[in-house]
């Protein structure tokens, strides 16, 4: 069946730099993709979305970009902080299918240095 | 933003017992659902877990081996059975509340 996979399984960033996880879809279904934060322990935690009309969209101190064209999505924190480090995941739906479930990828983990 | 509480939060069980998992969302959501993690994995989608009927399994899962119920709109409970030292994973519940999914915090299940 189709995927969503990441480039990078681990990514070691130094504290204030800026973090980009990357991630390759293969549905050109997909309409929908969301990208997690699982941090050791806990339960994904939702970052920011977007939907395959936008090419880019911005959280706080988040953003994601879209290129349906080559089906990679990214993830850029700004100043990365020691709270970034965790396991990213980014997912995607096909929202016609009306039931909003996930494929997630592999995961990447972030480690941010201080 | 929905909170989801499952319990247990962990659990150590023996080869061919069956443990069943509760989640708890603290308001009504249209869609609920449950995932696998396994140990250093990504999260596979089990099952849709519908309200007042079957759950929807995805291929590789079923029912005899983990039987959902939904009894309400806020309520859902997993059972794994017949376990054995493969079903060691976390599982965690989900719940889509004005178009969002939220995650529980899981439930990390070790058999021996």
């Known amino acids: 069946g189709e995927s969503v996979g990441l480039h990078l399984p681990t990514l070691s960033v130094q504290e204030g730099d800026n973090s980009i996880i990357n991630c390759a879809y293969s549905?050109?279904?997909?309409?929908?993709f969301i990208w997690y934060k699982q941090e050791s322990g806990k339960g994904p935690q939702f970052i920011i979305d977007?939907?395959?009309?936008?090419d880019k969209r911005q959280g706080q101190r988040v953003t994601v970009l879209l290129n349906k064209t080559v089906k990679h999505l990214s993830l850029q924190i700004a100043a990365t902080q020691p709270g970034d480090s965790a396991v990213y995941f980014c997912?995607?739906?096909?929202?016609?299918?009306?039931?909003?479930?996930?494929?997630f990828g592999k995961g990447t983990k972030l480690s941010v240095i201080p | 933003s929905a909170v989801i509480s499952q319990k247990p939060s962990r659990d150590i069980c023996q080869r061919g017992t069956s443990l069943t998992i509760q989640c708890q969302v603290d308001s009504q959501v249209t869609m609920m659902f449950w995932y696998r993690q396994q140990p250093g994995q990504s999260l596979t989608l089990i099952a849709t877990?519908?309200?007042?009927?079957?759950?929807?399994?995805e291929s590789g899962f079923v029912i005899d081996k983990f039987p959902i119920s939904r009894p309400n709109l806020t309520f859902s409970t997993l059972t794994v059975s017949n376990m054995s030292p493969e079903d060691s994973s976390i599982y965690l519940c989900?719940?889509?509340?004005?178009?969002?999914?939220?995650f529980g915090e899981g439930s990390r299940l070790t058999v021996l």
């Open positions: 989900s719940a889509r509340d004005l178009g969002e999914l939220f």
């Open positions: 877990a519908n309200q007042g009927s079957e759950a929807t399994y």
């Open positions: 997912a995607e739906t096909y929202s016609g299918a009306g039931s909003y479930q996930l494929t």
């Open positions: 977007i939907r395959s009309n936008m």
């Open positions: 549905n050109s279904a997909s309409d929908y």
